[in-house]
């Protein structure tokens, strides 16, 4: 699984919002999510200085606590 978390976050850093990028509601700044089986990976993405952040990795029951 841990491999295909960081295949995953390899994907996102060529392109930030893929075909699965889903937006988060609820919090301060806009966050995405996206689904690596039954783990969600949140993050935020800086245009500017085209970066993405990675804000929390967690199965799905626990990623928005």
Known sequence: ???RIID???ELKKQPII??????EG???KLF?????DYRILYDV????DKIGIVKIDKRSKVYE
């Open 19 to 24: 075909r699965d990028t889903k937006t988060i």
């Open 27 to 29: 919090y301060g700044e």
């Open 8 to 10: 995953k976050i390899e």
């Open 1 to 3: 699984m841990l491999l």
């Open 33 to 37: 999510r996206v689904r690596v089986g």
């Open 46 to 49: 800086d245009y500017k200085s």
